[in-house]
């Protein structure tokens, strides 16, 4: 999923497209360490192959996305752009409690965010990154007629 949200910046950075990175352990304990471990551990793990994020891929440290400690982020983001499944998975793979069908389902979760801060799609995490090219091509020819 890393070299797709490369892919995705290297089309559309040019325009102002950023991607925002933020670990999670909360699915299967899959992001253990310390937040100065999370890069070497792309680079070098997973995806591995001396993997380095683009220059406007911004990579944060490692916070709750669900439960009753998630960050205010995800709880505003989850709240604009409800869940897609009713089924979140298996209560031995998920690390935190009050489990709701608008949590996020697993490691790469996708939210699109417009130019003024409202989170607008929401993807799930096995969703590749080539099929939300089409709603950023959206959000920009937004953005691009509302200026003068």
């Not at 040019?14 to 360490?33: D, H, R, T, Y």
Request: net charge negative; with cysteine; proline share 8%.
């Amino acid at each position: 999923m890393l070299p797709g949200m490369n892919a995705l910046l290297e089309k559309y950075s040019s325009v102002g497209v950023v991607g925002l990175g933020f670990p999670s352990n909360q699915f299967k304990l899959q992001q253990p360490g310390t937040e100065s471990e999370v890069l070497p551990c792309y680079q070098y793990v997973r995806p591995g192959g001396n993997w380095t994020p683009h220059d406007e891929f911004h990579v944060f440290g490692i916070l709750d996305v669900n439960g009753r400690l998630a960050h205010r982020l995800f709880k505003s983001l989850k709240d604009s752009c409800p869940g897609f499944s009713s089924t979140i998975g298996s209560k031995s793979v998920l690390y935190w409690e009050e489990i709701t069908t608008a949590d996020i389902t697993w490691n790469f979760g996708k939210f699109l965010v417009d130019v003024n801060g409202n989170p607008r799609y929401r993807f799930g995490p096995s969703v590749p990154f080539e099929e939300i090219y089409p709603y950023v091509d959206e959000l920009i020819a937004e953005r691009d007629a509302a200026q003068p």
